[in-house]
């Protein structure tokens, strides 16, 4: 069973950058997919990126898509989601999440989440 620890978030003006990453433990990472999610007060979680086991499969939600990247080291185990030219309502919490193999932009499909890291993003 995998445990992940997502960190790097922040406090950044418009049109800043943040790096978030998420580490793995536990488990054998090179096989996990990984996806972070995001929720702002009062609303539901959203899909933000994902990233399937090799890495060669992405998906982005269509308000980050050239903007954030997602990428993999299993060497550190980590994923990665790299935020460019941030906007205010990109304020969230922001969580990663794993399964195995394949990735997937449905929150119900991912067993393992870590603790959430807070965005803010302000004008």
């Known amino acids: 069973q995998v445990q992940l620890a997502d960190s790097g978030g922040g406090l950044v003006q418009a049109g800043g950058s943040l790096r978030l990453s998420c580490a793995a433990s536990g488990g054998t990472f090179s096989r996990y997919a990984v996806g972070w999610f995001r929720q702002a007060p009062g609303k539901e979680r959203q899909f933000v990126a994902a990233?399937?086991?090799?890495?060669?499969?992405?998906y982005y939600a269509d308000s980050v898509k050239g903007r954030f990247t997602i990428s993999r080291d299993n060497a550190k185990i980590t994923v990665y989601l790299q935020m460019d030219s941030l906007k205010p309502e990109d304020t969230a919490v922001y969580s990663c999440a794993a399964r195995e193999f394949d990735a997937s932009t449905a929150s119900m499909d991912y067993p393992y989440w870590g603790q959430g890291t807070q965005v803010t993003v302000s004008s």
């Open positions: 990233i399937n086991w090799t890495g060669r499969t992405i």
